[in-house]
Nanobody, 128 residues
Framework: QVQLVESGGGLVQAGGSLRLSCVAS????????VGWFRQVPGKEREYVAA????????YYADSVKGRFTVSRDNAKKTVYLQMNSLKPEDTAVHYC?????????????????????WGQGTQVTVSS
């Protein structure tokens, strides 16, 4: 089973950009689909984006579509979340998660219970 470590969070002004990285340990990372989620204290965890194990398919929540891009480099065991045109409402702890189980549909990628491995999270704060 892989372990995940996120990095790249920080404080940025509205309209700015950040790139989050999710680095995995373990030899079978290329078999895992990866999702990005975020959470604000007192609120439920929210789906952001996901990418299939090969990187062929990517999926996005409506709230980030056109602003965020998810990609992966399996040779580096890393998944990226490029976040552009950031808004104050993007402020949250951002988590990456991995799943080795086959996703039954594109909708499955957006379900947090589809993922069995989670990172510790990285804080993203967008000031207005």
């Amino acid at each position: 089973q892989v372990q995940l470590v996120e990095s790249g969070g920080g404080l940025v002004q509205a309209g700015g950009s950040l790139r989050l990285s999710c680095v995995a340990s373990g030899r079978t990372f290329s078999s895992y689909a990866v999702g990005w989620f975020r959470q604000v204290p007192g609120k439920e965890r929210e789906y952001v984006a996901a990418i299939s194990s090969s990187g062929t398919y990517t999926y996005y929540a409506d709230s980030v579509k056109g602003r965020f891009t998810v990609s992966r480099d399996n040779a580096k065991k890393t998944v990226y979340l490029q976040m552009n045109s950031l808004k104050p409402e993007d402020t949250a702890v951002h988590y990456c998660a991995a799943s080795r189980s086959p996703m039954s549909s594109s909708t499955s990628y957006g379900r947090s219970n589809a993922y069995e491995v989670w990172g510790q999270g990285t804080q993203v704060t967008v000031s207005s």
